[in-house]
């Protein structure tokens, strides 16, 4: 039909070769910009754990260099006594012979690898226009920053929790600890891979309904 775009079949070799050319695109950009991009999500990262939670005081995220790695370095402390188990915690700042902080530090590929992830499965897929193209990108980008930046802000927690956990109440079940675990047990790739979806159908929708439109108009 005239003015609409023809969705062939896809065949496997060629989303072989976009994937793997996308994948090496997508590595190479995060290598280069990787240290950059993670540093824009500090003062995102700072206000989420602010916001979600109301038990841990961030001191403090810098960025750091640990062996070869960039990390991202959270010091945090409890910000108040908490009842764990029937016992009572105290921050560590409340008495001067346990003065610190807890610290939690995440490489920069630990807190990209699922934007990365949901990059690389929408430019390797195949678009059949420009819009369509583009409007994945723009919703892939943003599906993909959520995750990040929220898998980030769990594994801190998780991490800041952990330790409580482990000493304290180790038979109980947390339901922070369990979600941290799918994240890295291989759930967090299997949302990135699901938002990557979403954010093909979407996009492939809107094309549609603008090449719709179009046709609507050149009829008229």
């Keep these: ?8 079949p896809i065949k496997l070799r060629s989303l072989g070769i976009r994937f793997a050319v996308a994948g090496a695109l997508v590595l190479w950009l995060a290598q280069l910009y990787g240290d950059q991009i993670t540093r824009e999500f500090v003062p995102i990262v700072r206000a989420a754990l602010n916001t979600v939670q109301d038990d841990f005081t961030v001191l403090s995220i ?4 640990e062996n070869a790695s960039t990390t991202m370095s959270v010091r945090a402390d409890l910000a108040h006594p908490l009842y764990v188990a029937n016992r009572v915690v105290y921050p560590l700042n409340s008495n001067p012979t346990t003065a610190g902080w807890m610290q939690v530090n995440i490489t920069t590929g630990g807190v990209l690898q699922y934007l990365v992830m ?3 499965v929408v430019l ?13 990108v723009a919703i892939g980008g943003a599906l993909g920053f959520l995750l990040a930046v929220s898998s980030t802000v769990t594994t801190i927690l998780a991490e800041l929790w952990f330790p409580l956990h482990d000493d304290l109440a180790p038979t109980e ?9 799918f994240l890295m047990g291989g759930g967090g790739l299997a949302l990135a891979l699901g938002l990557a979806a979403i954010a093909i159908s979407i996009a492939a929708n809107v094309a549609t309904r603008g090449a719709s439109s179009v046709r609507m108009q050149h009829y008229a």
């Design 62 to 65: 810098d960025m750091a260099h």
């Design 173 to 181: 079940v947390w339901p922070l600890l369990v979600w941290s675990r």
């Design 118 to 120: 949901v990059a690389i």
């Design 124 to 136: 390797a897929w195949p678009a059949f226009s420009i819009l369509e193209y583009g409007s994945r």
């Design 1 to 8: 039909m005239r003015g609409s775009a023809v969705r062939r």
